[in-house]
């Protein structure tokens, strides 16, 4: 039996004399000792709750900064919540989409830097291709491997390559 158990069956107890007497009670040290025994319970259940809450509220409040999301300034309840769903996975952050697109970019960087002097060559290959064909095979060796190369990541170089 938990200290809070404990403490609620000795009110009940008492609650239930008091209802029980058919003359007023008096008001014994038992009492003022168990008075002061639940309102010491109830202030540190108090004050335990406020510090969790605190604690959940800070931890809320660190993961909805990481994530750079802007929630309503009206408390507790939004940023928490919010915090919940950002771990669940249910939550699409726009640093998700920031890190999509600097991927991307950095990506289409390196493809316009690598491809850049090839684009000529890489357009007369895309013209030949078939448009649906994602391999061209450039040559067959003399052990009859063939040797291509991959049409997406052309069509993603020439992409890249035209933005500039």
């Avoid at 919940?84 to 390196?110: C, H, K, M, P, Q």
Wanted: contains cysteine; glycine residues 4%.
């Amino acid at each position: 039996m938990t200290q809070i158990d404990e403490l609620l069956a000795r009110l009940e107890a008492r609650a239930k004399a008091y209802d029980e007497a058919t003359e007023p009670l008096e008001y014994t040290g038992d009492d003022k000792i168990l008075d002061r025994e639940a309102d010491t319970l109830i202030r540190s259940l108090v004050a335990e709750r406020d510090r969790e809450r605190k604690w959940l509220e800070e931890l809320a409040q660190a993961i909805v900064d990481h994530f750079r999301i802007e929630t309503p300034s009206d408390g507790f309840y939004n940023i928490t919540a919010t915090a919940y769903e950002i771990l669940d996975g249910d939550f699409t952050t726009d640093s998700d989409a920031d890190r999509r697109a600097t991927a991307a970019e950095a990506e289409n960087a390196v493809l316009r830097e690598v491809f850049s002097n090839f684009l000529p060559i890489i357009d007369a290959i895309l013209a030949e291709a078939p448009a649906e064909a994602s391999q061209y095979i450039m040559f067959i060796d003399c052990e009859g491997n063939r040797h291509g190369v991959n049409l997406d990541i052309l069509r993603r170089a020439r992409a890249a390559g035209r933005r500039e």
